[in-house]
């Protein structure tokens, strides 16, 4: 499975932002798709999932800001990022699990600062 990413940037406190990620082949074994960020001096967490019947679950420093979508026919995953704060600035991962396996795509770097 392979991931490309696309999406990030800068933007100032309080904006919005959107990241997409988009998956190909072995598309047929992707179970959840989501994000994971990783700021500076951090471990990498989990900021949003959605399983492939469109369940989601959010980080609760998102929760009511992130909006996560996916849409199985582009088989492709979004972010929708508002009301973003500095502690927001990351690089984004998007992921997809197939089985018991995660595959990353490489990083798009979110700041947020004025």
């Known amino acids: 499975v392979q991931l490309q990413a696309s999406g990030g940037g800068l933007v100032q406190p309080g904006g919005s932002l959107g990241l997409s990620c988009a998956a190909s082949?072995?598309?047929?074994?992707?179970?959840?798709m989501g994000w994971y960020r990783q700021a500076p001096g951090k471990q990498r967490e989990l900021v949003a999932a959605?399983?492939?019947?469109?369940?989601?679950n959010y980080a609760d420093s998102v929760k009511g800001r992130f909006t996560i979508s996916r849409d199985n026919a582009r088989n492709t995953v979004y972010l929708i990022m508002d009301s973003l704060r500095p502690e927001d600035t990351a690089v984004y991962y998007c992921?997809?699990?197939?089985?018991?396996?995660?595959?990353w795509g490489r990083g798009t770097l979110v700041t947020v600062s004025s």
């Open positions: 082949g072995g598309i047929f074994r992707i179970n959840a």
């Open positions: 992921y997809a699990a197939v089985g018991l396996r995660n595959f």
């Open positions: 959605v399983s492939i019947v469109g369940s989601t």
